[in-house]
C-alpha cells in the first residue's frame, strides 16, 4: 500500500513536473520574469516539492509488528503532508472540471482540514486573460466551488472553507502565451 | 443555421477589409502623475471618404485663454467621429468669421461640402461663441447660434459646437459632449494600482475617481450621467458600489457572499441588473437601489451574468453557459423564456445592445481570436466589426454611431474607437500599464 501511494506521488509530482515543462517548450519570452518555468510553477503553491521522510518507508525484521505500524502511519503522514505542499490546481479553457492527477492532493487537503476543525482555508478561483471579465469571474467561480465541494466531500466542512473569485484579474503569469494561459487557470488553496 | 451565420460573419469581415483604407489616430497618455494623465491625439492618416468641412479658425475678441483653440477642438471632434475630414487651416484662401464674408466659390474651389466659421468674444469671466454653418452646394446657411461658457471650460464650449455640428449636417445627435469612464492598471515593481477614471471623450480632461490595489471592474453609467456604479475589490472581496460624481459619495449596494458582479443601470435609474451567487452560482438579479429590495430574473445552474436591459426597459440581455459555452440570451420581460440570440461560434458574451433597439454588440470568439461582432435583431444578420483580436468590453456611444472597446497593442490594453458599422478607427494606449473596460456616458442635455 505504501508503495503504490508512493508511485501514485512520484506520478503526480511528474505529471505537474510536465505542465511546469509545457512552458519551456512553448513560446515563453514574455515570461521573463521568472526565472525558470518550474519556479514559476513553485511560486504558486510548491508543486515541485519533493518533501517527506525518504527513510520512513524502511522497514526491518527487527521491528516489532507495533513499530512497523507506527513507521508505516508516520510513512503515511508524510507522504499526505508532502501531497499537501501542492495547494495551485489546474483547469483547460472555460471548464471547470478537477482534473484526475488532482484528486488524491485535494483529499489529502481535505483529511488534514477534517483533522484540524480549527484550520481554515479560503479558495482563490482565477481564470486566464481570454474572454470576458465577468464571465470570467463567474467562471473563477465556479473553479472555486468545484474544488470546496470535493474537500466537503471528502472531509472537510463547509465552516472551514471560504471561496472568492478574482476571474482574470491576478495572473500568476503575466503574457499571452498558451503556457502563460495553462498557469493562470487554477485554484490556489490559501491555508489560513 | 450555424453554418449560415458563419457565411454571413465571413461577408462581415470582407466589408470591414474594403473600408480598411480609413485613417488611424493614436492617443498617448503623457507620463508624469497619473491624476492629471493627459491623453494626445496624433493623427496618422486621414479619411478619404469622409465628408469634406472647413472649420475656420474662429475670430477672437477680448482675453482669450491661450491653449488648445476651440476651433482645433472642433476639428479634433469631426474627425474623431471618422465621419468626417476637415480641411487643415493653412490650405484655406481666406479666413472669414462671419457669415457676409463666406465666398462660396472659394470654398467649392477647396471641393469643402460645409464650411463653418465664429466670433469669441470675452465678456467677464464668460467666452461667447457665436458659430454659423453653410452648405456650400447650396449656398446656404444651415446652423447658426450662440452658445457660452466660463473662461475656463472652452473645452466643454467647443464640444457642444461639434455636436450641434454634427447634427445639423447627420440628423443625429453628436455625443462629443459626452464623457467616458474606464479603468487604468499600473503594475510598478509588481504592485497593481488600479485606477477608476473619467475624461471627454477624446480623452482630455482625465480625473481619477477612485484608485485601488485591489481590482476595480464594470463602470457602468446612470442614466442621468451623474453616477458609475462599479465592482471593486477594495474590501478584499467583490462589492458593488454606486458613486455620486459631484460630490465623491460612494454607497456600497451589494455585498454578498459570492460574486456581486456586473452592474447595469435600468433606463429610470431606479434600479440595477447586478450578478449574485448567493443561492449556489452566478444569477441574473434586479436590484431596487432606494429599498434594496432583489428580485431573482434568471434561474439555472449554469453561468448567467453580464445582464443589461434592452432598449424598451422591460426585457433584458445577459450571458449564459446553459448551451455547453457563454452565449448571448434575450428575455422579453422579467418573466419570459430566455431566448438565445447568437450562434455563430462557441463563444459570444458581454451584450450591449444599441439604444434603439437594432443591434446587439458583443464578444465573439472566432478562431482562437476574440472579436467584437454584432447581431441585427430584426434580421438576425452577424457582423464581425474589428480585426485586432483580443477585443473586450464594447461599449456602444449614446447617438448609435461609434463603438469604444478595450483591445491589446504590444502586450499593453489599449481603448479604441470604431464607427458602429466597422468603419474608421482610432485608439487610445496609454504609456505604461492597461487601459480597460471603457463605458461610454449618456448624452446629458
Known amino acids: 500500500m505504501n508503495v503504490s501511494a508512493h508511485h501514485k506521488l512520484f506520478a503526480m509530482v511528474m505529471s505537474l513536473g510536465l505542465i511546469a515543462g509545457c512552458s519551456s517548450t512553448g513560446e515563453t519570452t514574455e515570461d521573463?520574469?521568472?526565472?525558470?518555468?518550474?519556479?514559476?510553477?513553485?511560486?504558486?503553491?510548491?508543486?515541485?516539492?519533493?518533501?517527506?521522510?525518504?527513510?520512513?518507508?524502511?522497514?526491518?525484521?527487527?521491528?516489532?509488528?507495533?513499530?512497523?505500524?507506527e513507521a508505516e502511519a508516520r510513512a503515511a503522514r508524510a507522504e499526505e503532508a508532502a501531497m499537501r505542499e501542492i495547494t495551485t490546481f489546474y483547469f483547460d479553457f472555460d471548464t471547470s472540471e478537477i482534473k484526475a492527477d488532482a484528486r488524491d492532493v485535494l483529499v489529502a487537503h481535505a483529511r488534514f482540514l477534517q483533522a484540524n476543525p480549527g484550520q481554515n482555508v479560503r479558495i482563490e478561483g482565477h481564470a486566464d486573460e481570454r474572454g470576458t471579465k465577468e464571465y470570467n469571474l463567474a467562471l473563477g467561480e465556479r473553479r472555486a466551488n468545484a474544488i470546496e465541494r470535493f474537500l466537503i466531500v471528502n472531509g472537510a466542512s463547509r465552516g472551514q472553507t471560504e471561496t472568492i473569485s478574482y476571474g482574470e484579474e491576478k495572473p500568476a503569469v503575466m503574457g499571452s502565451s498558451e503556457s502563460a494561459w495553462a498557469q493562470n487557470r487554477r485554484v490556489e488553496l490559501v491555508f489560513q | 443555421m450555424g453554418n449560415q451565420m458563419t457565411n454571413r460573419s465571413t461577408t462581415g469581415i470582407t466589408r470591414i477589409g474594403l473600408a480598411a483604407a480609413w485613417f488611424l489616430m493614436l492617443v498617448v497618455m503623457t507620463a508624469g502623475n497619473p491624476a492629471n494623465?493627459?491623453?494626445?491625439?496624433?493623427?496618422?492618416?486621414?479619411?478619404?471618404?469622409?465628408?469634406?468641412?472647413?472649420?475656420?479658425?474662429?475670430?477672437?475678441?477680448?482675453?482669450?485663454?491661450?491653449?488648445?483653440?476651440?476651433?482645433?477642438?472642433?476639428?479634433?471632434?469631426?474627425?474623431?467621429?471618422?465621419?468626417?475630414?476637415?480641411?487643415?487651416?493653412?490650405?484655406?484662401?481666406?479666413?472669414?468669421?462671419?457669415?457676409?464674408?463666406?465666398?462660396?466659390?472659394?470654398?467649392?474651389?477647396?471641393?469643402?461640402?460645409?464650411?463653418?466659421?465664429?466670433?469669441?468674444?470675452?465678456?467677464?469671466?464668460?467666452?461667447?461663441?457665436?458659430?454659423?454653418?453653410?452648405?456650400?452646394?447650396?449656398?446656404?446657411?444651415?446652423?447658426?447660434?450662440?452658445?457660452?461658457?466660463?473662461?475656463?471650460?472652452?473645452?466643454?464650449?467647443?464640444?457642444?459646437?461639434?455636436?450641434?455640428?454634427?447634427?445639423?449636417?447627420?440628423?443625429?445627435?453628436?455625443?462629443?459632449?459626452?464623457?467616458?469612464?474606464?479603468?487604468?492598471?499600473?503594475?510598478?515593481?509588481?504592485?497593481?494600482?488600479?485606477?477608476?477614471?473619467?475624461?471627454?471623450?477624446?480623452?482630455?480632461?482625465?480625473?481619477?475617481?477612485?484608485?485601488?490595489?485591489?481590482?476595480?471592474?464594470?463602470?457602468?453609467?446612470?442614466?442621468?450621467?451623474?453616477?458609475?456604479?462599479?465592482?471593486?475589490?477594495?474590501?478584499?472581496?467583490?462589492?458593488?458600489?454606486?458613486?455620486?460624481?459631484?460630490?465623491?459619495?460612494?454607497?456600497?449596494?451589494?455585498?454578498?457572499?459570492?460574486?456581486?458582479?456586473?452592474?447595469?443601470?435600468?433606463?429610470?435609474?431606479?434600479?440595477?441588473?447586478?450578478?449574485?451567487?448567493?443561492?449556489?452560482?452566478?444569477?441574473?438579479?434586479?436590484?431596487?437601489?432606494?429599498?434594496?429590495?432583489?428580485k431573482r430574473l434568471t434561474n439555472h445552474w449554469s453561468i448567467d451574468t453580464e445582464p443589461t436591459w434592452d432598449h424598451t426597459g422591460k426585457g433584458f440581455f445577459f450571458t449564459s453557459d446553459r448551451s455547453g459555452g457563454p452565449q448571448i440570451y434575450h428575455k422579453s420581460s422579467e418573466d419570459a423564456e430566455p431566448r438565445r440570440i447568437t450562434f455563430g461560434s462557441r463563444y459570444n458574451a458581454r451584450p450591449r445592445p444599441d439604444d434603439d433597439g437594432k443591434y446587439v454588440y458583443y464578444v465573439h470568439q472566432r478562431d482562437q481570436a476574440f472579436h467584437i461582432a454584432r447581431t441585427n435583431l430584426q434580421t438576425e444578420e452577424e457582423t464581425i466589426l474589428t480585426r485586432t483580436g483580443s477585443d473586450e468590453s464594447p461599449s456602444v456611444s449614446p447617438n448609435g454611431r461609434m463603438l469604444i472597446y478595450a483591445t491589446k497593442q504590444s502586450g499593453d490594453s489599449v481603448l479604441t474607437v470604431i464607427a458602429a458599422d466597422g468603419g474608421a478607427a482610432y485608439s487610445l494606449p496609454a504609456s505604461e500599464g492597461d487601459v480597460r473596460e471603457p463605458a461610454w456616458s449618456p448624452i446629458v442635455k
Open chain 2, 37 to 294: 494623465a493627459e491623453l494626445l491625439i496624433r493623427i496618422t492618416e486621414g479619411a478619404d471618404s469622409a465628408i469634406p468641412v472647413a472649420v475656420v479658425p474662429f475670430s477672437e475678441s477680448g482675453q482669450i485663454p491661450s491653449g488648445d483653440k476651440v476651433s482645433n477642438i472642433v476639428r479634433d471632434d469631426l474627425t474623431m467621429s471618422g465621419e468626417f475630414k476637415p480641411l487643415p487651416p493653412e490650405k484655406m484662401l481666406s479666413l472669414p468669421s462671419k457669415g457676409d464674408e463666406v465666398y462660396f466659390r472659394d470654398w467649392r474651389l477647396l471641393g469643402q461640402r460645409y464650411v463653418l466659421v465664429g466670433q469669441l468674444t470675452r465678456t467677464g469671466d464668460k467666452i461667447e461663441a457665436r458659430y454659423e454653418l453653410f452648405d456650400v452646394n447650396r449656398e446656404e446657411r444651415i446652423l447658426g447660434a450662440t452658445a457660452s461658457s466660463s473662461v475656463n471650460s472652452t473645452r466643454s464650449l467647443a464640444h457642444h459646437i461639434s455636436d450641434k455640428v454634427y447634427e445639423a449636417i447627420t440628423g443625429v445627435p453628436g455625443a462629443f459632449s459626452t464623457k467616458l469612464a474606464y479603468v487604468t492598471l499600473q503594475r510598478s515593481g509588481g504592485e497593481p494600482m488600479y485606477r477608476l477614471q473619467v475624461s471627454d471623450v477624446d480623452g482630455k480632461r482625465a480625473r481619477v475617481r477612485l484608485e485601488s490595489d485591489e481590482p476595480i471592474l464594470s463602470p457602468a453609467w446612470s442614466p442621468d450621467g451623474k453616477r458609475l456604479a462599479y465592482v471593486s475589490f477594495e474590501t478584499g472581496k467583490p462589492a458593488i458600489y454606486i458613486h455620486e460624481l459631484s460630490s465623491g459619495n460612494r454607497t456600497r449596494v451589494a455585498d454578498f457572499r459570492g460574486l456581486n458582479s456586473a452592474p447595469a443601470w435600468s433606463p429610470d435609474g431606479r434600479s440595477l441588473l447586478l450578478t449574485l451567487s448567493k443561492d449556489g452560482n452566478a444569477e441574473v438579479y434586479k436590484m431596487d437601489i432606494q429599498s434594496r429590495s432583489l
Open chain 1, 32 to 69: 521573463g520574469a521568472y526565472g525558470s518555468d518550474v519556479s514559476a510553477v513553485d511560486q504558486e503553491g510548491g508543486s515541485t516539492v519533493y518533501g517527506g521522510d525518504d527513510d520512513g518507508g524502511v522497514s526491518s525484521s527487527e521491528m516489532s509488528e507495533e513499530q512497523r505500524r
